[in-house]
């Protein structure tokens, strides 16, 4: 097995054409778990390494979820982030995860596949990837969004850590995507048409970019994870893991040999529980829905919604048996903390699932999570719906660098930050905790070799956090002196010191 890894990697010293795919590898996670948010776009004062430091230095974070979109590195030059992303490391953000795609007006695909849209995609994406060497690139120029991924990967190389191909390519617009196989239009057993989705463009095209993005990335940077965009919804998973990038309705031939899950290592998901079907039920009884408006239903939507993206990777044989597992991302994630339209929106809510999807996401083989977003999309005056009140910090228009106002979200962030740090998730621990029905816990090992335990009570009250519960530690652990820190301890540094292992 050590020669077969030996043959794979030698050619890509020499940036020459991948001659591996997922199916037969895919790179270890080289990283401790990242804790990780959406910078958004604040001028004039807060420009990228602002934000960069406001996560870093007031949250504690570890990694970041940017853009190097075509069009910008188009027009300002491949190399204009280069000394944003050292900045980001040398700050301490490491293993970052940047969004690829959405070219530049030059670069875009002129067609109308859905009749009235052009396509959002690169043009020319069937032209070969590879030429002989002319101009002095091993891609095609050609082929615009080869030569994109190439330019990227070569000048950003060591500085990002995972590249996701698209933002939302499976963003739906006529409701399609949620139906289950038997309804009509539904995506499991209908290619998602170029009119349903924000591409504008067959499904077989993003399979095309992603083939690209995968052979580009991995000749010049195969130890990098190439991700499938932050997707939704496991039925458009599902068409890109049934169909290869064959134009003519992603048939396999000698020229798309593989399907789309061949061309990624990493599974990236995006979920708001209050939007989806975690916190609300439609009972035919009642003629309505019936509502859970509570983080532990919103909690367990992240991990619900997981799984079904994890069914379709099994189906296809994305198992460690057939072929290599995929790692897990979730680039986006969030609830508000005001409510619209009835949904789930409350401070106390947001704070407690921040808190307990953290805690869960390493005993779900989560590897980073990215929080929309870092700041309020707008100030209050101007909002208008549930994404303005996402924010770990105020909106930040008019707000002079080092004033940036941190909000009860950003505090609870902080504390998990700083009570667990680099910890590790002990599955053997918290098994041997025996949690009762009522309550839920996850141990960690730090380095020291010290336990953090994160607990809390269940709540089954739709609209209400209010919970209790007991806990007496098993005899076992042998605590002696334990102390219970809350959400806001990292304003606080307030805590309560645990007599006779029981609280």
């Not at 940047?98 to 002129?110: C, E, I, N, V, Y």
């Not at 031939?253 to 079907?277: E, R, V």
């Not at 039920?281 to 509570?294: D, G, I, L, T």
């Not at 208008?384 to 962030?413: C, Q, S, T, W």
Request: contains cysteine.
């Amino acid at each position: 097995m050590q020669y077969l890894l030996l043959l794979l990697f030698l050619p890509l010293a020499a940036c020459a054409q991948t001659n591996f795919h997922a199916l037969d590898y895919v790179p270890p996670f080289q990283s401790e778990f990242g804790y990780g948010v959406n910078l958004g776009y604040f001028p004039p004062d807060y420009d990228d390494k602002a934000l960069a430091e406001l996560a870093h230095d007031s949250i504690q974070m570890n990694t970041i979820r940017v853009g190097l979109y075509a069009h910008f590195l188009e027009q300002w030059g491949y190399g204009i982030r280069v000394p944003y992303f050292k900045y980001y490391k040398k700050i301490g953000l490491n293993n970052i995860t940047a969004m690829l795609g959405f070219p530049s007006d030059a670069q875009r695909d002129t067609a109308f596949y859905d009749g009235k849209n052009r396509s959002a995609l690169f043009k020319n994406l069937y032209e070969p990837i590879w030429d002989k060497g002319e101009n002095e690139t091993p891609v095609n120029d050609n082929n615009p969004c080869a030569v994109y991924a190439w330019k990227t990967a070569t000048r950003y190389k060591g500085l990002v850590y995972i590249y996701e191909i698209w933002n939302e390519p499976d963003y739906e617009l006529y409701g399609n995507a949620w139906k289950i196989p038997g309804q009509p239009g539904n995506w499991w057993e209908n290619n998602p048409p170029p009119a349903e989705t924000n591409l504008h463009a067959p499904i077989f095209h993003y399979i095309r970019m992603l083939r690209i993005c995968y052979e580009v990335i991995k000749s010049v940077d195969p130890d990098a994870l190439v991700a499938v965009g932050g997707l939704g919804w496991p039925a458009y998973l599902d068409a890109i893991c049934r169909n290869t990038d064959n134009p003519v309705q992603g048939k396999p031939s000698a020229d798309f040999p593989q399907k789309g899950g061949a061309y990624f290592d990493c599974m990236s998901y995006h979920c708001y529980p209050h939007l989806d079907a975690s916190t609300r039920q439609w009972s035919n009884e009642k003629q309505a829905f019936v509502y859970f408006r509570h983080s532990d239903a919103a909690a367990a939507g992240m991990w619900k919604k997981k799984q079904e993206f994890e069914q379709v990777l099994y189906k296809y044989g994305f198992d460690n048996r057939i072929y290599p597992k995929k790692h897990w991302i979730c680039t986006e994630f969030n609830i508000p903390r005001k409510s619209y339209d009835g949904l789930l929106g409350n401070p106390e809510a947001q704070i407690n699932f921040l808190l307990k999807t953290l805690a869960q996401a390493p005993a779900h083989e989560l590897r980073q999570m990215h929080l929309y977003c870092l700041a309020d999309d707008k100030p209050q005056s101007e909002a208008h719906d549930a994404f303005a009140y996402m924010g770990l910090f105020k909106n930040l228009k008019d707000v002079k660098k080092g004033r940036a106002e941190i909000l009860p979200l950003g505090i609870a962030y902080q504390s998990f930050i700083q009570l667990l740090g680099s910890a590790t998730y002990d599955s053997a621990a918290t098994h041997t905790m025996h949690i009762p029905p009522d309550l839920e816990a996850y141990a960690f090992t730090k380095t020291d070799g010290n336990k953090v335990f994160v607990m809390w009570a269940r709540t089954r009250l739709d609209a209400s956090e209010a919970a209790t519960g007991n806990y007496r530690f098993p005899a076992e652990f042998r605590i002696q002196n334990a102390r219970m820190m809350f959400w806001d301890f990292a304003q606080t540094h307030a805590y309560q010191t645990i007599n006779n292992n029981k609280f």
